[in-house]
């Protein structure tokens, strides 16, 4: 009995043996088919991948637009050298063809190209021209297209050439013409805006002319053939930069009654257009003004508040809208990038707060303000000490902080040297005035307080 359960039992461990060598076997062949497959699968996988398209190009074309036209690239034919869809895309989008800076080295066929391909979009254009002949050829691609132009740029250092240029525009109308500026002139033609009236800018709503002489603050004055007429010759500007001007004061609001903001590049121009000798103007000019800004003022320049004072006073009395009388200073440092305080600014803004509150809504254009002192320990109690140039000034400072109207203008942590012997950056606050003349109360924990003022 025991030996045949012995046998039975050996019997069966040897078909378990078999059975067992025909599954690891079937085993192996599974795993070998399934490296294939997954094998198979890899490669299937990364020619999908391949065939896909990149996902830029998965984007629909007006997406695509969209994004070209914020691209920094100065020409839409460098971009079209990317790939074939790019090139349609580019090549067939008026609209990324309507910006065309005419330099030096823009060649002919580059600007007729760009002509070409904005097809009847409006034209926003910015010259520079550097010689004659050269001018004389982009002149004649782009006067065939002037009822398109939207903008238009001139940079000029030539008067000749200016003159010319201007010559050979003057019988072109500009009806889609609304903002032009003629920047950087020495030595005005005599007529030099005359092709730019109304009669042939009807829509023109922007004009910036600026002239400046060569060793001086003065400005080279604009011809008084612009302002001196019998009818306005601007009636659409609503924003005017003005850097200099010849002829009467009243001559300038009418020859751009409908001006909304104006910008007056120097305190030069503030005290011709205020002053009493040169024929003042009065509280009936410029009914829709909103805004005045007077830049690169300093402690120097400031003879323009009487005949600025006696005008805003004459405003209130007819019961207009208070002005919004807007004040940049003069600083050096300002052409190659560097920000200084002041020291004189504090004086400045005192001087200009005791003269203009309550006859206008007083704003300060990025004013580096000096004497400003930061103590305390960080993350625990930092406090600044700044002078008082104004009262309630404290509490703007405070309520600015609060309200985080603050910006950094040091660009990174890293220091710009400004004083010769230690290191400062610069922290503009914006505080507006109230319209109301009435001091505002203080609902700021932040209290003005004695000299040497702490925030």
């Given at each position: 009995?025991?030996?045949?359960?012995?046998?039975?039992?050996?019997?069966?461990?040897?078909?378990?043996?078999?059975?067992?060598?025909?599954?690891?076997?079937?085993?192996?062949?599974?795993?070998?088919?399934?490296?294939?497959?997954?094998?198979?699968?890899?490669?299937?996988r990364t020619k999908l991948a391949m065939e896909l398209p990149a996902p830029i190009d998965r984007l629909p074309n007006e997406l695509l637009m969209q994004i070209f036209k914020l691209s920094v690239h100065e020409s839409g034919l460098e971009l079209a050298g990317v790939s074939r869809r790019w090139r349609n895309v580019i090549l067939h989008c008026p609209g990324l063809w309507t910006t065309i800076m005419v330099e030096e080295r823009m060649s002919l066929p580059k600007l007729k190209t760009h002509v070409a391909r904005s097809s009847e979009s409006l034209l926003d254009i910015e010259i520079q021209p550097r010689k004659e002949p050269s001018l004389n050829t982009v002149l004649d691609v782009l006067i065939p297209c002037?009822?398109?132009?939207?903008s238009l740029v001139i940079h000029c250092f030539n008067g000749d050439l200016l003159k010319n240029m201007l010559t050979t525009m003057k019988c072109t109308t500009y009806p889609s013409l609304t903002h032009l500026s003629i920047r950087s002139v020495r030595n005005y033609p005599p007529s030099m805006a005359s092709q730019f009236y109304s009669g042939s800018c009807p829509r023109l709503e922007h004009l910036e002319l600026e002239g400046c002489g060569d060793r001086s603050f003065v400005f080279v004055q604009i011809n008084r053939d612009i302002f001196e007429t019998s009818i306005p010759k601007f009636p659409n500007v609503a924003h005017l930069v003005l850097k200099g001007f010849e002829g009467p004061s009243a001559a300038v609001p009418f020859a751009f009654p409908a001006a909304r903001h104006i910008d007056l590049s120097h305190p030069s121009v503030a005290r011709s257009l205020f002053s009493l000798r040169n024929g003042s103007i009065t509280a009936i000019h410029w009914p829709h003004l909103e805004s005045l800004t007077i830049r690169d003022v300093g402690i120097w320049s400031l003879d323009f508040l009487d005949g600025l004072i006696r005008w805003l006073r004459a405003r209130?009395?007819?019961?207009?809208?208070?002005?919004?009388?807007?004040?940049?200073?003069?600083?050096?440092g300002l052409d190659e990038g560097m920000v200084t305080a002041l020291p004189e600014a504090g004086s400045?803004?005192?001087?200009?707060?005791?003269?203009?509150?309550?006859?206008?809504?007083?704003?300060?254009?990025d004013v580096p303000l000096a004497g400003i002192v930061l103590?305390?320990?960080?993350?625990?109690?930092?406090?600044?000490?700044?002078?008082?140039?104004?009262?309630?000034?404290?509490?703007?400072i405070g309520a600015a902080i609060i309200q985080r109207r603050i910006r950094s203008s040091a660009g990174s942590s890293r220091p710009k040297r400004v004083y010769k012997d230690d290191?400062?950056?610069?922290?503009?606050?914006?505080?507006?005035r109230p319209a109301s003349t009435t001091p505002k109360s203080t609902m700021n924990p932040i209290a003005a307080r004695p000299p040497g003022n702490t925030v």
């Amino acid at each position: 009995m025991y030996s045949d359960s012995v046998q039975y039992t050996a019997s069966e461990l040897a078909e378990t043996r078999v059975e067992l060598a025909r599954l690891e076997k079937q085993e192996q062949e599974l795993v070998q088919k399934l490296c294939h497959v997954r094998a198979a699968i890899q490669v299937q996988r990364t020619k999908l991948a391949m065939e896909l398209p990149a996902p830029i190009d998965r984007l629909p074309n007006e997406l695509l637009m969209q994004i070209f036209k914020l691209s920094v690239h100065e020409s839409g034919l460098e971009l079209a050298g990317v790939s074939r869809r790019w090139r349609n895309v580019i090549l067939h989008c008026p609209g990324l063809w309507t910006t065309i800076m005419v330099e030096e080295r823009m060649s002919l066929p580059k600007l007729k190209t760009h002509v070409a391909r904005s097809s009847e979009s409006l034209l926003d254009i910015e010259i520079q021209p550097r010689k004659e002949p050269s001018l004389n050829t982009v002149l004649d691609v782009l006067i065939p297209c002037a009822h398109r132009w939207r903008s238009l740029v001139i940079h000029c250092f030539n008067g000749d050439l200016l003159k010319n240029m201007l010559t050979t525009m003057k019988c072109t109308t500009y009806p889609s013409l609304t903002h032009l500026s003629i920047r950087s002139v020495r030595n005005y033609p005599p007529s030099m805006a005359s092709q730019f009236y109304s009669g042939s800018c009807p829509r023109l709503e922007h004009l910036e002319l600026e002239g400046c002489g060569d060793r001086s603050f003065v400005f080279v004055q604009i011809n008084r053939d612009i302002f001196e007429t019998s009818i306005p010759k601007f009636p659409n500007v609503a924003h005017l930069v003005l850097k200099g001007f010849e002829g009467p004061s009243a001559a300038v609001p009418f020859a751009f009654p409908a001006a909304r903001h104006i910008d007056l590049s120097h305190p030069s121009v503030a005290r011709s257009l205020f002053s009493l000798r040169n024929g003042s103007i009065t509280a009936i000019h410029w009914p829709h003004l909103e805004s005045l800004t007077i830049r690169d003022v300093g402690i120097w320049s400031l003879d323009f508040l009487d005949g600025l004072i006696r005008w805003l006073r004459a405003r209130r009395k007819m019961d207009t809208p208070m002005l919004l009388v807007r004040f940049a200073f003069s600083n050096p440092g300002l052409d190659e990038g560097m920000v200084t305080a002041l020291p004189e600014a504090g004086s400045i803004v005192t001087i200009l707060y005791e003269a203009l509150y309550g006859l206008c809504r007083l704003g300060w254009v990025d004013v580096p303000l000096a004497g400003i002192v930061l103590s305390g320990t960080l993350n625990e109690s930092l406090r600044l000490e700044m002078p008082n140039v104004y009262p309630n000034f404290i509490d703007d400072i405070g309520a600015a902080i609060i309200q985080r109207r603050i910006r950094s203008s040091a660009g990174s942590s890293r220091p710009k040297r400004v004083y010769k012997d230690d290191y400062h950056s610069v922290v503009t606050i914006g505080f507006p005035r109230p319209a109301s003349t009435t001091p505002k109360s203080t609902m700021n924990p932040i209290a003005a307080r004695p000299p040497g003022n702490t925030v």
